[in-house]
């Protein structure tokens, strides 16, 4: 069935604009809503202008980390138009090589962390099997906090459908877990105006039904992050789609 009238694309689109279009309800981003993001990087590297994600420790499975060099060159370019929209607004963008999509999360910060959970994950993750899948981005989001997402779209629902698993068969796994298949490319750190506000709506618009980026997936990865946008990580596992 074609990607545009497949009952999962239309969910997923609808889940992220009822996020997305409250953004646009106001004539700038609001200092409070920032606050949710700055809280991410430490208070030295804000007061400098030059943010720096805060250290964490989350465990988690992704794809990505990073994608092939055009998938990510595609995302980059809409850094780029972003950017150039905000100039001297204080801003932060996730590195290419550190682009991934989340199917879950096994640990959040303010959780602990008990180490024999890792056989238990990765026995799980053993068992797993789906095909490969196309992965395409269809437009950008920018949300009342400020966070920026490229909109993602599994084929075959297969994100979900491993997520769904992995919450019916891991008794460990927290209950928050996303809902989407986005992958996160930067944050706005401050208000930025009217004028920038209207001009990065219209770009949001503009973009909305365009693909940005595309490319087959073939492996999900069990992830250590420990610091935020995974600036700092290491692959525990990689784990072949078939």
């Known amino acids: 069935m074609?990607?545009?009238?497949?009952?999962?694309?239309?969910?997923?689109?609808?889940?992220?604009?009822?996020?997305?279009?409250?953004?646009?309800?106001?004539?700038?981003?609001?200092?409070?809503?920032?606050?949710?993001?700055?809280?991410?990087?430490?208070?030295?590297?804000?007061?400098?202008?030059?943010?720096?994600?805060k250290?964490?420790?989350?465990?988690?499975?992704?794809?990505?980390?990073p994608f092939t060099e055009e998938f990510c060159?595609?995302?980059?370019?809409?850094?780029?138009?972003?950017?150039?929209?905000?100039?001297?607004?204080?801003?932060?963008?996730?590195?290419?090589?550190?682009?991934?999509?989340?199917?879950?999360?096994?640990?959040?910060?303010?959780?602990?962390w008990i180490d024999s959970r890792m056989r238990i994950i990765e026995k799980e993750l053993s068992t797993l099997n789906y095909p490969p899948f196309r992965f395409s981005i269809k437009g950008i989001q920018i949300n009342p906090d400020g966070c920026i997402i490229a909109k993602g779209y599994d084929k075959g629902r297969v994100i979900f459908n491993i997520r769904e698993r992995l919450?019916?068969?891991l008794t460990i796994l927290p209950k928050r877990q996303s809902g989407w298949a986005h992958i996160p490319i930067g944050r706005i750190l401050e208000p930025i105006g009217s004028k920038k506000f209207g001009d990065l709506r219209r770009l949001v618009k503009k973009l909305s039904n365009d693909l940005i980026a595309s490319e087959e997936i073939n492996t999900v990865k069990f992830v250590h992050e420990t610091r935020w946008y995974m600036e700092e990580k290491s692959i525990l596992s990689e784990f072949q789609l078939n």
């Open 2 to 53: 074609n990607l545009h009238y497949n009952e999962h694309f239309i969910f997923l689109r609808q889940s992220y604009e009822d996020v997305g279009n409250k953004t646009w309800l106001n004539d700038d981003f609001k200092q409070n809503d920032l606050d949710i993001s700055r809280d991410l990087f430490t208070d030295k590297s804000l007061a400098l202008r030059k943010p720096v994600p």
């Open 55 to 65: 250290k964490l420790e989350v465990f988690a499975l992704l794809s990505g980390l």
């Open 73 to 112: 060159i595609n995302l980059v370019a809409i850094q780029d138009k972003i950017s150039d929209i905000l100039n001297n607004i204080l801003q932060y963008w996730v590195l290419p090589s550190n682009f991934g999509v989340e199917y879950c999360v096994f640990k959040w910060p303010n959780e602990k």
């Open 167 to 169: 919450k019916a068969n």
